[in-house]
């Protein structure tokens, strides 16, 4: 149990539709990140939110749209993707933006057909 | 933009053997990271080094961080099959940073 969980574990979707992934956190921590894990590629750190504001946005696409409504929450709101998307989505929280120890969650496994 | 290079991208042993695996970059960074991410999870930090030249010990496994700050090692002795999964290595360019820089990984495989 690493104190993250994310659901769903397992999507699959359409090109035109839309749907959410969710995190929580229940660890206490301040800062809560969303990351891109491809095959043959490293991981993409794709959102960082510190205190439920957004402190970067490393020039993702806008059809990705990430909400954070509390410090435990985390969401993913996904529309309109390509079959290039198709990835598994991790979330990951930590203490604050200045500590470097970062915990994962299990992923979101997204498909897009 | 600063790259991590890790080799070998897959590696497959019997139990019992030992292996290193490596981390090397051009970039200097601050601190560098090793985790391990098995099938259907995600990422669990192993540890972390900071110090230029440091060798941090985990039961079976010993981490060192270069003395330039450029490359790390991993090396695990006799392995298990409980060490089959993907090492990542993930390197902060400066202390205070969040941003993460990864690499592809190792892929182990350890044969009972």
């Known amino acids: 149990e690493t104190g993250v969980t994310q659901t769903p574990r397992h999507l699959v979707m359409g090109m035109t539709n839309k749907k959410s992934l969710k995190c929580e956190q229940h660890?206490?921590?301040?800062?809560m990140y969303w990351y891109k894990q491809s095959a043959k590629k490293p991981l993409e750190l794709m959102f960082v939110?510190?205190?439920?504001?957004?402190?970067e946005n490393n020039s993702v696409p806008s059809r990705f749209s990430p909400e954070c409504p509390n410090s435990s929450h985390l969401f993913l709101h996904l529309h309109t993707l390509q079959p290039e998307d198709s990835a598994l989505y991790l979330c990951a929280s930590s203490q604050d933006t200045v500590s470097n120890e970062q915990f994962f969650g299990p992923g979101t496994r997204l498909t897009v057909l | 933009t600063q790259l991590l290079e890790q080799s070998p991208q897959f590696l497959s042993i019997q139990e019992g053997e030992n292996l290193t695996v490596y981390c090397n970059s051009s970039?200097?960074?601050?601190?560098l990271q090793w985790y391990r991410q098995e099938p259907g999870e995600g990422p669990v930090l192993l540890v972390t080094v900071v110090t230029g030249g440091e060798v941090k010990k985990l039961k079976r496994l010993t981490f060192q961080f270069g003395d330039a700050r450029k490359d790390s090692s991993l090396h695990i002795t006799a392995a298990q099959p409980g060490d089959t999964g993907l090492y990542l290595c993930?390197?902060?360019?400066?202390?205070?940073?969040?941003?993460?820089?990864f690499g592809k990984g190792t892929k182990l495989s350890v044969i009972p």
């Open positions: 660890l206490g921590h301040n800062a």
């Open positions: 970039s200097v960074f601050s601190s």
């Open positions: 993930a390197g902060l360019p400066g202390a205070g940073s969040y941003q993460l820089t």
């Open positions: 939110y510190s205190l439920e504001e957004r402190v």
